[in-house]
Nanobody
């Protein structure tokens, strides 16, 4: 059974940092690209970052570039999202997702598996 379990969310002041983790099981983690998306109240799901499977190339939304870093540990079947210099507009539920296809990394429809999400709240 496939499972993606996010952790590390919480309440932080603006300018602070959080590190999200996503532990995967039930599929061959190293053969999937991994991504993070977020959804703020009243808004649609938004792409945040993705990391490819072997070479580990990374891509980011412009809104988080230079502040967030995605990484993965294939030995631990885990993907991380280090979030620095957090802003109130980063407040959202953050989801990790797994993608088999090599294309369309910004589109949620191209991801095969999703976690349940973890809440991140940034106070001003």
């Amino acid at each position: 059974q496939v499972e993606l379990q996010e952790s590390g969310g919480g309440l932080v002041q603006a300018g602070g940092s959080l590190r999200l983790s996503c532990a995967a099981s039930g599929f061959t983690f190293s053969t999937y690209a991994m991504g993070w998306f977020r959804q703020a109240p009243g808004k649609g799901r938004e792409f945040v970052a993705t990391i490819e499977r072997s070479i580990g190339s990374t891509y980011y939304a412009d809104s988080v570039k230079g502040r967030f870093t995605i990484s993965r540990d294939n030995a631990k079947n885990t993907v991380y999202l280090q979030m620095n210099s957090l802003k109130p507009e980063d407040t959202a539920v953050y989801y990790c997702a797994a993608r088999k296809t090599y294309y369309g990394y910004m589109r949620g429809q191209n991801y095969d598996y999703w976690g349940q999400g973890t809440q991140v709240t940034v106070s001003s």
